[in-house]
């Protein structure tokens, strides 16, 4: 399975997100160094540069379009 590199930009309100494929590896390496080169040179703060393994870009879109629930903090991890 493919490596996709994303770049997905919020919305003022933090609600939309809107997603943008940069470039698609097979190898884990070279999607890794690319992905970190981009997050260095990126500066807006609403702007953020993921790395996703999926089967297709369709299921890479849906699984960066899901939102995920808040991890519940225990007493002693605060």
């Given at each position: 399975?493919?490596?996709?590199?994303?770049?997905?930009?919020?919305?003022s309100?933090?609600?939309?997100?809107?997603?943008?494929?940069?470039?698609?590896?097979?190898?884990?390496?070279?999607?890794?160094?690319?992905?970190?080169?981009?997050?260095?040179?990126?500066?807006?703060?609403?702007?953020?540069?993921?790395?996703?393994?999926?089967?297709?870009?369709?299921?890479?879109?849906?699984?960066?379009?899901?939102?995920?629930?808040?991890?519940?903090?225990?007493?002693?991890?605060?």
């Amino acid at each position: 399975m493919p490596y996709f590199v994303f770049k997905i930009t919020r919305g003022s309100t933090g609600q939309f997100k809107a997603l943008e494929l940069l470039e698609r590896f097979d190898a884990y390496k070279a999607a890794r160094d690319h992905a970190r080169g981009l997050r260095a040179r990126e500066s807006d703060a609403r702007t953020t540069i993921k790395l996703i393994f999926a089967e297709n870009e369709a299921q890479a879109e849906e699984q960066l379009s899901q939102t995920r629930e808040q991890p519940i903090l225990r007493e002693w991890e605060k």
